[in-house]
T-cell receptor, first 112, second 114 residues
Framework: QKEVEQDPGPLSVPEGAIVSLNCTYS??????FMWYRQYSRKGPELLMY????GNKEDGRFTAQVDKSSKYISLFIRDSQPSDSATYLC????????????FGAGTRLFVKA | KAGVTQTPRYLIKTRGQQVTLSCSPI?????VSWYQQTPGQGLQFLFE???????NKGNFPGRFSGRQFSNSRSEMNVSTLELGDSALYLC?????????????FGPGTRLTVL
């Protein structure tokens, strides 16, 4: 079993839809949770960073962490074609010297 | 402030050859991490360097090695290339080592092994 599980998709939604992306993890030592967006032929860019259970909002993006269920989510409101990319969840903790472990990434397509 | 730069952007090699990739972190960042990204395995951690010392290492064979220079620039070397080494190699820099600081990724070097 992988430490971080993420459905690779692809996920296809119409413009304006609310998108929900999810990851589950098995290592309870993870303390910090990130979401990255990666466009084709580019490196990942950080979207959201959180270290506590609950919600964190930034514009159209909301990151949600539930440590008791070992489950994190990223919600995208009013999705745009420019949101079409691969979204990677990532997490790290004191185990393993704070190495960042990434999910496989979910490919998202937002249709105009 | 300039971002993370990686050279070369694209590389084609044949089996058995060796390759060196270069990464220049964001100015002032002292930690550099390397990742291998493939469609099947996703992003996998190779190693992290901080102040010229390897701080963390992933589960890759000894053919993969790296180093960091006093100006924080880092190089990654892969010897005796195999077809399975074809991947996007990403470098990420962080202001301080480990815990809470976030990583900023470069555009990657796409290595193709024939």
């Amino acid at each position: 079993q992988k430490e971080v599980e993420q459905d690779p998709g692809p996920l296809s939604v119409p413009e304006g839809a609310i998108v929900s992306l999810n990851c589950t993890y098995s290592n309870s030592a993870f303390q910090y949770f990130m979401w990255y967006r990666q466009y084709s032929r580019k490196g990942p860019e950080l979207l959201m960073y959180t270290y506590s259970s609950g919600n964190k909002e930034d514009g159209r993006f909301t990151a949600q962490v539930d440590k008791s269920s070992k489950y994190i989510s990223l919600f995208i409101r009013d999705s745009q074609p420019s949101d079409s990319a691969t979204y990677l969840c990532a997490m790290k903790g004191s185990t393993g010297g704070f190495k960042t472990i990434f999910g496989a990434g979910t490919r998202l397509f937002v249709k105009a | 402030k300039a971002g993370v730069t990686q050279t070369p952007r694209y590389l084609i090699k044949t089996r058995g050859q060796q390759v060196t990739l270069s990464c220049s972190p964001i100015s002032g960042h002292r930690s550099v991490s390397w990742y291998q990204q493939t469609p099947g395995q996703g992003l996998q951690f190779l190693f992290e360097y901080f102040s010229e010392t390897q701080r963390n290492k992933g589960n890759f064979p000894g053919r993969f090695s790296g180093r960091q220079f006093s100006n924080s620039r880092s190089e990654m070397n892969v010897s005796t290339l195999e077809l399975g080494d074809s991947a996007l190699y990403l470098c990420a820099s962080t202001a301080l080592a480990g815990d809470t600081d976030t990583q900023y990724f470069g555009p990657g070097t796409r290595l193709t092994v024939l």
